[in-house]
């Protein structure tokens, strides 16, 4: 197997030359046939197996690039109808079960709670922190499962635990449980007492110690308060109040205990903890080493109490007690509630090993009493890509071809996977275009046609978005559709993918259009939404009736088809598998759908190594059961358990944040420059109207163009209106206007586009979609007296006859409960919402810095209109300052403020404008039952709101400092 022909010629005629030469190759001959013996049977059976294999490969083109090369023995592959399984390299790893003897377990039920749980309770994820590396990987970890959290540092107030008598955290998680333990009495209590009385599991990570992080002078003594808690608990032994006692244990004391050598850990998973569930019980897990997160020590527990349990332990090599055997030492510990009536799961090391991060998701499924706990079926389906794509050499052979058949048959029967079938995906216009070999190989696909099922891509491999027309993009993808027609291909129903994910998104729509006329397509899948990474954000979203899959990557692309020349290492590849981010998505995505290319599958086949050391791993280590759907049914399995976010539109991203995104961006190239960088967002019935309006007068601000419906307001980041995308928007600020700002007498001055709708301002997804699309975007929003917006809204649905305002008294209304008419309520809806202001804003600082947001004082604005704008341009630094006193003139017959245009050359029209007639309304002064009722109902609010406001250094509005101050009016 080792020499050519012409080599052992050659070695011929040198031994027939010297009789020393024979000598030694006798004696060579006699060790290797004395090595050949020693050998195990099976082995020298397939070695001979695959010689011969080899050796018939070689006769003709089938079996080689051009008819005389020959495949290196790494990528060489059997013949699928001899049964002989495809040779690849292999990805080796030590599968084992633990044979120490079992602790004991409490199996007994976790406590139950006196009271009940939100429905869409979230994971309160308590922070002691914020920089270190635990933090990270747990908030990693959660994005993963697609879990909502809330967190909240453990050195300040609790945040509120209870929503209208129900919970509103299904869990907690700590990245300390020393701090948990050092939190302030009053705090722990009101943990301790929410657990309980809503049975309320815990789950917490014990460090040997703190974890790094920077930060200013308080966070440095905050560290050090830490590290002298955990000292003086390190030299108690006992955690606090629980009866557990701790202690680090150094690394060298766990490599020694690894079957496999000095490389690894082995953790023993017990066989009877009723906390594993996706990790299977009684295994002897291998860890890789540590990096330097953990300091160098894990912690290990032990306890006498019986409600305790040991999760997982190693066997200490440390014999100092005299045990031979070494100790056992607990890293992972169940407490079933036993002993002060809250169940918790203790880590003694951070989340970084594979075996912490199933256990991770297996505890919180059994601290909430399985309402975090996911299926066990992991749906996979794998897409080869451009099956007919690629430059000649790199190709498939006919023998490539039958072990992908033999490949399907062997993971249907030894995973499970039952019906497993690849995806193929084909541009028509390259099938053929290699060399001979690499033909026959593209003939044995058509051949094997039925084994597969097929989705188109383009015809010519093109990029959708570079087709401005739906109809454009028909014709190509016709041209396809005839020549898969032609060869007889079983299609996908309803499933495709554009190449390099154009066109998908950012959403080009022509492509939506063109797929459902052409190939009548509803599912398709990308990796690009929101962005590629970090992968575990991918997430998935509907389109005009298509229904986008997030696409998961597996490490090996077009550019990998040699393991020895895998970038950073064939060990880089092998961790990415074993424990890694492919073996992470697996685990914590119950649906997959995993991208490959032709090449994969070809020269060394590292989608076999891939694959195959992946569904091994995980068939060993976790109770996983793998299966496989068409991809219509893994889109309804997904979107019926997906999240409401992700059954509508997609967030609507800028695509030049993103390079990926501004590469296949179909849409104008001046979109950037377009985008408004300054929003009014109300609320209603504050003057924003106004405001807009003696904005638009400066010379650098440009508005939006008004809409024959909604006038002046945009309104695109509220529903229905967002579903219609980006072009949409844009084409609101699609328009010349003539800038009239003297660029040499003011040379940094840039144009700002902005826009004003009121209704953004209490619409709880407005917040996210303006930060996710504008992310630089400076808010402006006015604060008025919530008492005198709601009426001032009330009066102004009954100038437009409302039913519900015509029918019924102001006081009636807003003081109406759930039994009053439909119409009553959402009347009372948009009268008292909106002014709610403190909870309102916290969502807007929450996606912006309090810096970015401006907050207008409607009094100010309404009765010196001048001075509110004078200091608003100084806050957005305008190029010049327009000298508004003499723009804005007071009408006494409006008993409003009316405004004087500002011409191209800068002059002031001599006749002033005012507001239309719905503006600066009369009506009579608000009953004061009806004020009494509002005092009281908004007392809270704005008590909130002053705080607030002080918080984030604001200056409180005059009415607000008149409220506070008893009513009594502020100077």
């Known amino acids: 197997r080792l020499f050519s022909a012409r080599q052992l010629c050659a070695c011929r005629r040198c031994l027939t030359r010297s009789p020393r030469t024979w000598l030694a190759a006798c004696v060579l001959l006699v060790l290797c046939v004395h090595y050949l013996l020693l050998l195990p049977r099976p082995l020298l059976t397939a070695n001979s197996d695959a010689a011969r294999q080899r050796l018939a490969g070689s006769a003709g083109p089938a079996g080689s690039r051009d008819g005389s090369s020959q495949r290196g023995s790494e990528g060489g592959g059997g013949n699928s109808d001899s049964g002989t399984p495809p040779r690849h390299p292999r990805l080796q790893f030590a599968c084992r079960r633990s044979d120490a003897p079992e602790w004991p377990v409490d199996l007994g039920p976790l406590p139950a709670g006196q009271l009940k749980l939100r429905s869409d309770a979230k994971i309160l994820l308590l922070v002691d922190n914020e920089n270190g590396p635990v933090i990270r990987q747990l908030i990693n970890l959660l994005e993963h499962m697609r879990l909502s959290y809330k967190t909240a540092p453990t050195w300040k107030p609790l945040p509120h635990l209870t929503s209208s008598d129900r919970g509103r955290f299904g869990a907690i998680l700590m990245d300390s ?283 010519k491999h093109n990029k959708p978005h570079t087709y401005a027309s739906a109809e454009a993009l028909e014709a190509v993808m016709l041209k396809n559709k005839d020549w898969a027609i032609e060869n007889d291909l079983p299609i996908s129903p309803g499933y495709a993918v554009s190449p390099h994910h154009s066109g998908v998104y950012p959403v080009h729509e022509p492509l939506y259009a063109a797929w459902r006329s052409v190939w009548s397509i509803n599912v398709t899948s990308t990796e690009e939404y929101p962005h590629l990474r970090p992968a575990r954000r991918r997430r998935g979203f509907v389109y005009n009736g298509v229904r986008v899959l997030p696409r998961e990557t597996c490490g090996i692309y077009t550019h990998t088809v040699r393991l020895a020349d895998y970038p950073r290492g064939q060990q880089r590849l092998r961790q990415l598998v074993l424990g890694g981010e492919l073996f992470h998505t697996v685990l914590l995505h119950p649906i997959c759908v995993f991208m490959t290319h032709m090449p994969n599958y070809a020269n060394d086949r590292l989608a076999y190594y891939v694959f195959d050391g992946l569904f091994n791993f995980l068939t060993c280590h976790t109770n996983i059961r793998l299966r496989w759907a068409d991809p219509q049914r893994l889109a309804t399995l997904y979107f019926n358990s997906a999240h409401r976010e992700e059954r509508q539109a997609p967030l609507w991203l800028s695509p030049c944040a993103d390079p990926r995104h501004r590469e296949i961006w179909a849409g104008p190239k001046d979109l950037c420059a377009r985008l408004p960088s300054l929003l009014i967002v109300g609320p209603q019935k504050t003057g924003s109207t106004a405001l807009h309006t003696f904005l638009s007068l400066h010379p650098q601000l440009l508005p939006s163009i008004k809409h ?204 002033p404008r005012c507001l239309g007639k719905g503006k600066g309304r009369r009506y009579p002064a608000i009953d004061e039952a009806s004020l009494a009722y509002l005092r009281t109902y908004y007392r809270h609010d704005n008590a909130q709101l002053y705080k607030l406001l002080r918080r984030h250094s604001y200056k409180p509005p005059g009415w607000l400092l008149a409220l506070q101050n008893g009513g009594k009016p502020v100077a």
Request: hydrophobic letters at 35%.
């Open 708 to 911: 024959p419906r909604t006038f002046e307001e945009v309104q695109f980041f509220t529903d229905p209106n967002y579903a219609k995308g980006l072009l949409h928007y844009y084409s609101y600020f699609n328009y010349t206007r003539e800038f009239t700002v003297n660029f040499t007498a003011d040379p940094g001055a840039r144009p700002i586009y902005f826009e004003k709708s009121a209704n953004y301002f209490d619409q709880a997804r407005v917040p996210g979609r303006v930060k996710a699309l504008l992310p630089s975007a400076r808010i402006v929003a006015i604060l008025m007296d919530p008492a005198q917006r709601a009426y001032s809204w009330y009066q102004h649905q009954l100038a437009h006859g409302d039913p519900a305002a015509t029918n019924y008294s102001f006081y009636q209304v807003i003081t109406s409960d759930d039994a009053a008419p439909r119409e009553v309520r959402q009347l009372r809806h948009r009268c008292l919402r909106p002014g709610r202001y403190a909870n309102i804003l916290k969502r807007w600082f929450r996606q912006y810095r309090p810096r970015s947001v401006y907050l207008v004082d409607g009094d100010q604005l309404r009765n010196s209109p001048a001075q509110a704008v004078h200091r608003l341009q100084r806050w957005l630094g305008l190029k010049p300052q327009v000298d508004y006193t003499q723009l804005l003139l007071y009408n006494k017959r409006k008993g409003f403020y009316c405004y004087r245009p500002v011409l191209s050359d800068l002059t002031v029209e001599r006749r």
């Open 177 to 459: 449980l020393s701090a948990y333990l050092n939190m302030d009495r009053w705090n722990r209590g009101l943990l301790d007492r929410y657990c309980r009385d809503y049975a309320v599991g815990q789950v917490a990570a014990m460090l040997a110690s703190g974890g790094g992080g920077s930060g200013g002078v308080r966070r440095r003594r905050q560290q050090q308060r830490r590290r002298r808690q955990q000292q003086k608990l390190y030299r108690n032994g006992r955690l606090g109040d629980l009866p557990v006692w701790a202690s680090p244990v150094s690394i060298g004391d766990l490599i020694n205990s690894s079957s496999s050598g000095s490389a690894n850990i082995g953790i023993h998973v017990s066989r009877l903890s009723p906390v594993t569930r996706l990790t299977k019980s009684g295994i002897l897990a291998e860890l890789p080493l540590p990096g330097d997160t953990g300091a160098g020590h894990w912690m290990t527990f032990n306890t006498s109490h019986e409600g305790y349990g040991y999760v997982a332990w190693f066997k200490s090599s440390n014999k100092a007690n005299g045990d031979s055997g070494g100790d056992r030492l607990a890293t992972v510990l169940s407490d079933s509630g036993r002993y002060d009536g809250i169940a918790r799961v203790i880590f003694g090391y951070d989340f970084s090993p594979w075996l912490h991060a199933a256990l991770l998701a297996d505890a919180l499924a059994w601290t909430s009493r399985g309402r975090f706990a996911q299926s066990l079926d992991r749906f996979v389906q794998v897409d080869i890509d451009d099956v007919f794509v690629g430059p000649s050499g790199l190709r498939m052979l006919p023998n490539d071809v039958d072990a992908l058949v033999a490949t399907q048959r062997r993971w249907r029967s030894r995973f499970g996977l039952s019906g497993f079938t690849f995806q193929l995906g084909f541009s028509g216009r390259y099938f053929g275009r290699g060399n001979p070999a690499e033909n026959a190989g593209d003939a044995r696909l058509l051949t094997l046609r039925r084994h597969f099922l097929w989705f188109p891509h383009m015809y």
